[in-house]
């Protein structure tokens, strides 16, 4: 059985080292790893630290309490009607606990989390080639809004 609910904080270590989670697929050539490795930490500490403001980090752990994955959720505003939605700034799941349902446990329950604010949407942002996480993003009902494009010169 799989709990979620909100970070403690000896879950610090947990969340820092998962980091690295977000560069285990192909990066665009132009990218330095080190800096986005520097650049996801620096979020994971911000997130451990309340930021973005309102925003929550929640962890899944096991019935024995190894910890599997996080979610930080927060709201936006929608850049052309200014509405309030909710919005995944990161989920990560631990890499011997993948392919085990726990992103999608972490999604459904940003989904709920979101809902029970009153908004009518949920929102996130991924990378192109992180293939995994796009697919379960797509099989859970979500759909390309904009994208962003970059020309190396």
């Given at each position: 059985?799989?709990?979620?609910?909100?970070?403690?904080?000896?879950?610090?270590?947990?969340i820092?080292?998962?980091?690295?989670?977000?560069?285990?697929?192909?990066?665009?050539?132009?990218?330095d790893?080190?800096?986005?490795?520097?650049?996801?930490?620096?979020?994971?500490?911000?997130?451990?630290?309340?930021?973005?403001?309102?925003?929550?980090?929640?962890?899944?752990?096991?019935?024995?309490?190894?910890?599997?994955?996080?979610?930080?959720?927060?709201?936006v505003?929608?850049?052309?009607?200014?509405?309030?939605?909710?919005?995944?700034?990161?989920?990560?799941?631990?890499?011997?606990?993948?392919?085990?349902?726990?992103?999608?446990m972490?999604?459904?329950?940003?989904?709920?989390?979101?809902?029970?604010?009153?908004?009518?949407?949920?929102?996130?942002?991924?990378?192109?080639?992180?293939?995994?996480?796009?697919s379960?993003?797509?099989?859970?009902?979500?759909?390309?809004?904009?994208?962003?494009?970059?020309?190396?010169?």
């Open positions: 059985m799989v709990h979620i609910r909100l970070m403690r904080e000896e879950d610090h270590s947990f820092l080292d998962l980091a690295s989670r977000f560069l285990d697929f192909p990066q665009p050539a132009w990218r790893q080190e800096k986005m490795l520097e650049a996801q930490k620096r979020l994971a500490r911000e997130a451990i630290s309340g930021k973005p403001a309102g925003s929550k980090l929640y962890v899944a752990e096991d019935q024995s309490g190894k910890l599997l994955g996080y979610l930080l959720i927060g709201e505003s929608d850049f052309f009607t200014q509405e309030k939605k909710g919005f995944i700034y990161g989920l990560a799941v631990a890499k011997e606990a993948e392919g085990k349902g726990i992103g999608q972490l999604m459904n329950y940003a989904e709920k989390w979101a809902k029970e604010r009153g908004y009518d949407q949920v929102a996130l942002s991924v990378f192109a080639n992180n293939h995994r996480a796009r379960l993003y797509e099989k859970l009902g979500f759909e390309v809004e904009t994208m962003s494009m970059v020309k190396s010169l």
